[in-house]
């Protein structure tokens, strides 16, 4: 059945219009509550644009196809008032209507993906192609949002010839409103997502065509055009390889395989042609029909020469066909009447959108009531505002008529101008029926469509009206009122909802024969811009504040430049300011964000709006689309003896039911300095700062005596572990495992305290932030595990470990640096989004990422705890030993000395290398005094390595023994070349260097007869009798070196 007419016993609207539809002229039989909903039936022919508008002015809803209590609520309503005649429902593709009356049911076989290996392959003979068609029939699967590849087909020559590839766009707000983007990829150019696929759960037929002649392609979306262009224009486009690999559900990265970017959902009704389909017969095969005059490569009857993967389930799918294109084409859109039930089953039918029908309004019995109780108050007692707009000319009727209508812009225009004025000169505040008066007036401007009698100027003239109402609306401060109207109006955001609205309604009509147009009031300031895109398009930032750069959001120039690749031509930028929004500014209700995790400096006490809102909206060509938007906001809450972390966020309409709220999801802060934050979002919306609230703990002083201690035991730290590590490569140290653990150890908390110096710095960039953030996280880390082995390594000292010194290498290697790596990756790949914190270069304290730092270093304190008891048991054991052999039974004194020197030493010597001086900051919160011994302790660790590993080190003191005594023996050696030791020839003894005894090997150094003590003495000739040089020779620990001595004669007359 095809409706394409109106019916009786409707009135047309033009003989109403004016009057409009007051509450006095609906019938008993037109109204019904039922449970918790209210429908009423508008017994006058409106199109289905005008139906929508009409109930969403009142704040309900068209009834909805598919719900069964819209549909038992509309049956009722038409058997009461005995209408015969269809009324408009709203699709609901989610909900699958009982019965099409105008569709034939057809079954084809289909195939479903589930996973992200499945694929199947076509087994057909594809010849060089001049031209090619391929269609399918799609469901596609809502909860996969990455790009998808319907089918990819590959040559050996080339890979990416011929593919269909779609995305979910992410821009659409509501799941109802979803869609899937769909672009092609043709010889390597991959054309724009553009094309619109429904996901609402039914099969969608989709056609792609592309010939070689002159370039051209299309993407058909259910029998129409949803893109459509050429190819880059050069001399020759070459033909579609053949003998190649048509795959369905995956992209080809090599010949045949490699697959990625996997489809999940179902497809049937697969066929594929070597010829360019037209318009007229992409329709017919939308109606299940079949082409008999097209050679075709594959048909959907040969369905078994596909070669699925195992993962990949067979199943069959039931079409419901549309009727014959060639006794009904649609020329037009059509949207869905109900005709009432029959057998207990609702029938549906559609019809020409632009027709008009009677139709059926839904709202909650709540709105319902309280909208009647305003009225009849508003009726019997006017409050001073209704008075004032009495004196106007207009009545509560006035006010509250039903009336929506697009040939009514006079009739609202003058309803807007009336309660303008009346804003303007009543000095009470609004009462809170007031307000549901003035957004009544709101929602039926905020729909009223622009039209080709009306020029720019009357557009200004309502936009001036409209946000005068709505800022008197937006400056009134007590939150009560709005709670006591929440039933019918959804708190102040719903104000600016409505300004959003009438101006994407306007836009057109605001730049009919301009470029911009800006229209302010005291708190409120709209932007309507438009300019044509080019590869060079940037936009000036819109500002808010005319004092200097304030309050300001843009698009960026990488954002234009895609949407000029993209082909869009023409960009209408949509800016709108509030500078405040006085009843959200100390509201929590809407706010669902959790504090940042305090260090004990501070005590958190709420989270509030602290600047103004500011939106933007994109439309490209005319259509919605979404890019990323930088903003800039003043904090407007300033206290100096509060702490403020700044947040971005977005007012999300459907967070909470029926409220909407703040959300963070797709926004992070740039930089925030001098009361300023500037944010970065990925998508269009009206955004704001929230502004977390905390009270310090400390005061100023303390705050920054603690801040400058830090960084003094840092740079402190830095230099002391530099001069180790130095050490311990300048002067030979010997090798061991020990020492290789500390080198370790000093690389890892030498890196981490430079970034620790540098994190500062770092947190004006972005990247470089972010980046300092991963190093800090890794070789912090690493430090930790480092110790982890310092505590091993010890425990292996004091307890027998049958591990070889290779092998406990290697595993301290995994510990010390693959360990830390791994966790770094792991928490970088899972919580890209969340990994850093807004306010500094660290990891988000305000999600579960700090776990990845927290949870290994008190794994790391926990173990070394019991490594150093354990190592103070054996040392105080020890000592009770030697000193029963040692001490006097009675000298219990220093008995009890020793013992508490035994324990306390390997305590102050291990703490810091050990790293539990961390465990502090557990208590840092109970004192002032704490922190300042934490930050003591752990800034200065880097000092305090340097005195155990450096200076009191016994290997280190050694080598630099050994080093001073070669370089005196060297210079000793030098300084006596000169001076001639040979013998005179009275003496003709042998020289003194042979009556020194032979030095044996090193080996044999120390079993060998010990030298003697005596010194030798010999006289020199060219010094006087009475100056002897002497030069005593002691015997040498271990390896024999001789330590020369020599005497400087003095001078004599």
């Known amino acids: 059945m095809k409706i394409m007419g109106s019916c009786e016993p409707t009135q047309s609207w033009s003989d109403r219009a004016e009057r409009g539809i007051l509450e006095s002229d609906v019938p008993d039989s037109n109204l019904l509550l039922q449970n918790d909903a209210m429908f009423l ?25 598919g719900v069964k209590e819209d549909e038992e609520g509309a049956q009722k309503l038409l058997f009461r008032s005995n209408l015969k005649s269809p009324v408009w429902f709203r699709a609901n593709r989610s909900q699958n209507p009982t019965a099409q009356l105008s569709q034939q049911k057809t079954v084809f076989p289909g195939l479903s993906f589930k996973s992200t290996d499945g694929y199947a392959r076509v087994n057909a003979s594809f010849p060089s192609l001049s031209a090619v068609s391929v269609c399918v029939r799609v469901q596609w699967d809502p909860r996969h949002e990455n790009v998808s590849t319907v089918f990819s087909y590959a040559a050996r020559v080339f890979i990416n010839e011929f593919q269909l590839r779609g995305q979910i766009d992410e821009s659409k707000r509501s799941h109802a409103d979803r869609k899937v983007r769909l672009a092609l990829l043709i010889q390597g150019q991959h054309h724009p997502y553009k094309a619109e696929l429904p996901i609402d759960g039914d099969w969608h037929h989709v056609c792609v065509t592309w010939r070689s002649n002159d370039g051209f392609w299309a993407i058909y979306v259910d029998g129409r055009t949803g893109d459509s262009g050429h190819g880059k224009a050069r001399e020759k486009v070459n033909d579609i390889y053949g003998d190649g690999i048509f795959i369905l559900g995956q992209d080809q990265d090599t010949f045949g395989g490699t697959f990625t970017e996997p489809f999940f959902g179902n497809l049937t009704d697969l066929n594929i042609w070597g010829d360019a389909l037209e318009l007229k ?70 019809a020409v959108c632009t027709h008009t029908f009677p139709f059926i309004c839904r709202s909650s019995k709540e709105h319902y009531l309280k909208m009647k109780e305003l009225r009849e108050s508003l009726r019997s007692n006017p409050s001073h505002f209704m008075q004032d707009l009495m004196q106007f000319g207009m009545t509560a009727d006035d006010v509250f008529s039903d009336a929506v ?14 309660s303008e004025r009346a804003v303007l000169k009543e000095h009470n505040p609004l009462e809170d029926r007031d307000m549901v008066s003035l957004m009544h007036v709101l929602s039926r401007a905020a729909d009223l469509p622009s039209t080709a009698n009306q020029s720019r100027r009357d557009a200004e003239r309502l936009g001036q009206s409209f946000i005068t109402i709505a800022d008197s609306l937006l400056s009134q401060e007590d939150a009560s009122k709005w709670h006591s109207i929440k039933e019918v109006v959804k708190g102040p955001m719903a104000v600016i909802q409505t300004v959003d609205r009438m101006l994407s309604n306007l836009n057109s009509l605001l730049t009919d024969d301009t470029d911009s147009v800006q229209i302010h009031s005291h708190n409120i300031k709209l932007q309507v811009q438009q300019q044509l895109l080019s590869a060079a398009s940037h936009t000036p930032a819109f500002c808010g504040s005319d004092a ?37 500014s100390e509201r929590e209700e809407n706010i669902s964000l959790s504090p940042v995790v305090s260090d004990g400096s501070q005590r958190y006490v709420r989270t509030v709006l602290g600047s ?60 925030s300095q001098n009361n300023f934050t500037s944010c970065f979002c990925n998508h269009t919306t009206n955004f704001a700062l929230l502004l977390q609230i905390y009270e310090v703990q400390r005061s100023v002083e303390h705050e920054t005596a603690l801040q400058i201690l830090s960084l003094i035991g840092s740079g402190v730290s830095l230099c002391g572990l530099l001069f180790t590590l130095i050490l311990f490569v300048a002067v030979g140290v010997p090798k061991s495992d020990r020492t290789t653990v500390h080198k370790n150890l000093i690389v890892a908390l030498t890196v981490a305290q430079l970034l ?53 290498m290697k595993l301290y290697y995994v510990l010390g640096w693959g360990l830390p790596v791994a966790i770094v990756a792991v928490t970088l790949v899972s919580t890209l989004d969340q990994y850093r914190a807004q306010q500094y270069c660290w990891l988000n304290l305000q999600s579960d990422v700090i776990w990845a730092f927290a949870g290994p270093v008190l794994f790391v304190l926990a173990v070394n705890a019991v490594v150093l008891f354990r190592v103070v048991m054996v040392t105080v054991a020890s000592a009770r030993r030697r000193a029963k052999m040692l001490t006097p039974s009675s000298d219990s004194k220093l008995h009890a000395l020793d013992l508490t020197w ?51 080190n016994s290997e280190v003191r050694n080598a630099i023994r050994r080093i001073q005594d070669k370089r005196k023996a060297l210079s000793f050696t030098n300084c006596s070349q000169p001076i001639s030791f040979l013998p005179s020839q009275k003496s003709p003894s042998a020289s003194w260097v042979h009556s020194l005894p032979t030095l044996s090997s090193p080996e044999s150094s120390e079993s060998s007869t010990p030298i003697s003590a005596n010194p030798l003495v010999f006289k020199n000739e060219r010094f006087k009798e009475d100056n002897i040089v002497n030069f005593p020779l002691k015997p040498a620990h271990k390896s024999q070196v001789v330590q020369l001595t020599a005497f400087k004669p003095s001078v004599t007359a």
């Not at 039936?41 to 196809?65: D, I, M, P």
């Not at 919605?624 to 938007?629: H, L, M």
């Open 41 to 65: 039936l508008v017994n006058t022919s409106f199109s289905f644009k005008q139906a929508l508008r009409y109930c969403h002015g009142q704040s309900s809803a068209l009834t909805t196809s």
């Open 612 to 671: 103004s809102v500011i939106s933007s909206s994109v439309l490209a060509d005319g259509r919605p689309v979404s890019v990323a938007i930088h903003f800039t906001l003043q904090h407007r809450l300033q206290n100096s003896t509060l702490k403020l972390i700044p947040i971005c966020a977005f007012w999300d309409f459907e967070l909470m039911v029926e409220r909407g709220g703040w959300s963070t999801k797709g926004c992070a802060v740039i930089s």
């Open 405 to 418: 209508d697009g040939q009514s812009w006079s009739s609202v225009s003058r309803l807007l101008n009336a």
């Open 756 to 808: 620790l110096i540098l994190s500062d710095w770092a947190a004006g960039n972005q990247e470089a932030c972010w980046l300092v953030s991963a190093l800090l996280h890794l070789f912090f880390l690493s430090s930790f595990c480092w110790m982890l082995v310092e505590g091993l390594l010890l425990w292996s000292k004091v307890v027998s470990v049958n591990i070889s010194e290779e092998r406990r």
């Open 902 to 952: 035994a324990a306390t030493r390997p305590v102050l010597i291990l703490l810091p290398v050990l790293g539990l001086t961390w465990l502090c900051g557990v208590l840092v919160h109970l004192s002032d005094a704490v922190a300042y011994l934490f930050i003591t302790l752990n800034a200065f660790q880097g000092l305090y390595i340097f005195l155990v590993y450096a200076v009191y």
């Open 548 to 584: 200097g750069q304030r309050d300001c959001i843009s698009v960026s120039a990488k954002n234009m430049k895609e949407l000029h690749d993209s082909d869009f031509r023409k960009l209408t930028l949509l800016n709108t300011w509030y500078s405040s929004v006085k009843c959200l």
């Open 281 to 350: 017969q992409v329709q017919a095969l939308n109606t299940c029909s079949e082409l008999t005059n097209h050679r075709a490569l594959f048909r959907g009857r040969d369905w078994s020469l596909i070669t699925v993967h195992p993962s990949v389930q067979n199943v069959s799918a039931t079409l419901n066909c549309p009727g014959s294109l060639k006794t009904t084409p649609r020329r037009e859109e059509e949207c869905e009447v109900f005709n009432g039930r029959s057998d207990g089953q609702p029938q549906y039918s559609s």
